[in-house]
T-cell receptor, first 114, second 119 residues
């Protein structure tokens, strides 16, 4: 069975601080896909990144970076120099590529204070 | 492209009433999904469809029905609303197919959500 754990329920930081959101996953699949989504206060789900299990390269996109480590089954998300607009709930998700197996973590609520 | 659109944005139902949540996508995606998000929780899959005329149950299908008569539309029906169905409902779509002979699994893109309250 697939499982995603986001142990941090809520994180609060002050603007310009760096913050890392943790994601640990469990799967028996050798090929799988990991995702991060952002849910701002307005409620929509915004896709941030998709990572295949055979590509362990870390990725950086502006202030966002992702650290994928198969050895620890983790796919952590770091925001550098956080801003108030980063305040949102962030979800990590896992799929084995099958039609009905997308599993979401419970989410981490990030609050960035000015 | 509008992407995935959902109507209505908000709805209040009385116990026992029925309603249909509408979902439309214009990305020519073959797969479509319905999820519910309960307060403080992640998303759980209600139903999904791999193409027009084909639907199947997800993790939490009880109390819901779906149909998929076209590629674009995937309505979710609540027949006898119950307070336990108070939630935010998200529709999503993705492309699943092959690329160069290999399976291709694309990202799910979500609609803006429908906030449903059953009193």
């Amino acid at each position: 069975a697939q499982k995603v754990t986001q142990a941090q329920t809520e994180i609060s930081v002050v603007e310009k601080e760096d913050v890392t959101l943790d994601c640990v996953y469990e799967t028996r699949d050798t090929t799988y896909y990991l995702f991060w989504y952002k849910q701002p206060p307005s409620g929509e789900l915004v896709f941030l990144i998709r990572r295949n299990s055979f590509d362990e390269q870390n990725e950086i996109s502006g202030r966002y970076s992702w650290n994928f480590q198969k050895s620890t089954s983790s796919f952590n998300f770091t925001i550098t120099a956080s801003q108030v607009v980063d305040s949102a709930v962030y979800f990590c998700a896992l799929s084995g590529g099958r039609r009905d197996d997308m599993r979401f973590g419970a989410g981490t609520r990030l609050t960035v204070k000015p | 492209n509008a992407g995935v659109t959902q109507t209505p944005k908000f709805r209040i139902l009385k116990i026992g009433q029925s309603m249909t949540l509408q979902c439309t996508q214009d990305m020519n995606h073959n797969y479509m999904y319905w999820y519910r998000q309960d307060p403080g929780m992640g998303l759980k899959l209600i139903y999904y469809s791999v193409g027009a005329g084909i639907t199947d149950k997800g993790e939490v299908p009880n109390g819901y029905n779906v149909s998929r008569s076209t590629t674009e539309d995937f309505p979710l029906r609540l027949e006898l609303a119950a307070p336990s169905q108070t939630s935010v409902y998200f529709c999503a779509s993705s492309y699943q197919g092959t690329s160069g002979g290999s399976p291709r699994t694309d990202t799910q893109y979500f609609g803006p959500g429908t906030r449903l309250t059953v009193l």
